[in-house]
């Protein structure tokens, strides 16, 4: 539909390792701390076939330049290596316990809310920080330029 209203450059992400999520853990981890493999398996499986996709888009549709940013290996990375990033906690959102609240449980008048969300990868239980955010934006800015006009 894009590509018939006229889009030639296109970019989106393929999908963050959901099986790094406080809220997916703390589910399916059975006390575990570490991201839960057979879950990102899954989207790992998916996002290979949105690249094969998106180079069969791109060879059969005149003038397409789609992009496919990847968040997985940057979300993986803070998920896992915190510390490389200045954050001091990756296995729980800075909201409430961290572990499975989300969405409009979490607020800054939360009960438990940390005082230094910066610290943290993530903000609630599925979600990433700001400053997470951030840093994955930069990632994402990076190997999306190849769209920009110079």
């Known amino acids: 539909t894009l590509y ?17 999520v406080p809220l997916i853990i703390t589910s399916l981890g059975f006390g575990s701390n570490q991201c839960i493999a ?3 398996q899954v989207v790992t499986n998916l996002n290979q076939k ?8 791109n060879n059969t549709l005149p003038g397409l330049k789609l992009l496919i940013l990847d ?13 490389n990033y200045g954050f001091s906690e990756s296995r729980r959102g800075c ?3 961290g572990l499975i609240e989300l969405s409009v449980l979490c607020n800054v008048n939360s009960v438990g809310t940390c005082s230094n969300a910066s610290q943290y990868v993530f903000w609630d239980a599925v979600h990433p920080s ?3 955010s951030r840093i994955m934006a930069i990632d994402l800015f990076e190997q999306g330029k190849s769209l920009i006009p110079a």
């Open 71 to 83: 968040i997985y290996t940057p979300f993986f990375d803070l998920a896992t290596r915190p510390a």
């Open 95 to 97: 909201c409430g316990a």
């Open 4 to 20: 018939a209203l006229g889009a030639r450059k296109i970019a989106t992400t393929n999908v963050a390792p959901v099986g790094c």
């Open 38 to 40: 057979s879950v990102n």
């Open 50 to 57: 949105l690249l094969v996709t998106s180079k069969i888009l």
């Open 130 to 132: 700001q400053e997470a």
